[in-house]
Nanobody, 124 residues
Framework: QWHIVERGGGRVHTGGSLTLSCTGNGFTLEDYCTVWFREAPGKAWEGVSAIRGSDGATDYRPSVKGRFTISRDTVKNMVLLQMNNLRLEDSGIYYC?????????????????WGRGTQVTVAS
């Protein structure tokens, strides 16, 4: 049975760091495209970062490039999102989602399997 679990959210001040983890149970993350999305009140869903299962290629939305790093631990069946130099606008609920390919990864409607999310709050 498929199950996706996100961990690592919390509250930090601007400029701080957090590392989120996405664990797959019942399937192998390496076989899929894994994407981190975020949702904030009053804002549209945003695709934050993606990692392609076949070769580990990564991509980021422009606003997080240079600050966030997505990676995977194939032994632990986990995808990590290291977030540095956090800004107020990075606040939101971060969700991990998987799909067969990373085509159109910025669009949340392309993804059918989701975790329940983890809250990230960045305060001044």
């Amino acid at each position: 049975q498929w199950h996706i679990v996100e961990r690592g959210g919390g509250r930090v001040h601007t400029g701080g760091s957090l590392t989120l983890s996405c664990t797959g149970n019942g399937f192998t993350l390496e076989d899929y495209c894994t994407v981190w999305f975020r949702e904030a009140p009053g804002k549209a869903w945003e695709g934050v970062s993606a990692i392609r299962g076949s070769d580990g290629a990564t991509d980021y939305r422009p606003s997080v490039k240079g600050r966030f790093t997505i990676s995977r631990d194939t032994v632990k069946n986990m995808v990590l999102l290291q977030m540095n130099n956090l800004r107020l606008e990075d606040s939101g609920i971060y969700y991990c989602a998987v799909e067969a390919t990373c085509d159109n990864w910025l669009t949340e409607t392309q993804f059918n399997r989701w975790g329940r999310g983890t809250q990230v709050t960045v305060a001044s």
